[in-house]
């Protein structure tokens, strides 16, 4: 399986951004999957930020909450992350992956906030 994501770019404090993530294999479908977005700053370990359901049911960590949205396109095979009122401290590679994490990721999407 293999994730790409896309999306991201240097912007403004108070900015938005929408992350998108593209998920492929043989014989994977992220239908009936939990899926996730997870983010990595420099120098710290890869934190789990966001997740949706194969149903659509969505949980965030409290520090994104209220201002990022986690969605899906089944039929796609596609995650994304819609983050709004981004702070500099949500610098960050940010990626994607199944919830738990498989062990291959993606190279992900650098996302800088800074005036």
């Known amino acids: 399986v293999q994730f790409v994501e896309s999306g991201g770019g240097l912007v403004q404090p108070g900015g938005s951004l929408r992350l998108s993530c593209q998920v492929s294999?043989?014989?994977?479908?992220?239908?009936?999957?939990?899926m996730a977005w997870f983010r990595q700053a420099p120098g710290a370990q890869r934190d789990w930020l966001a997740s949706?359901?194969?149903?659509?049911?969505?949980t965030y960590a409290d520090s994104v909450k209220g201002r990022f949205t986690i969605s899906r396109n089944n039929a796609k095979d596609q995650i994304y992350l819609e983050m709004t009122n981004l702070k500099p401290e949500d610098t960050a590679v940010y990626y994607c992956?199944?919830?738990?994490?498989?062990?291959?990721w993606g190279q992900g999407t650098q996302v800088s906030v800074a005036s």
């Open positions: 992956n199944v919830n738990p994490p498989l062990d291959n």
């Open positions: 294999g043989r014989i994977f479908t992220i239908y009936g999957r939990t």
């Open positions: 949706t359901t194969k149903i659509g049911a969505t």
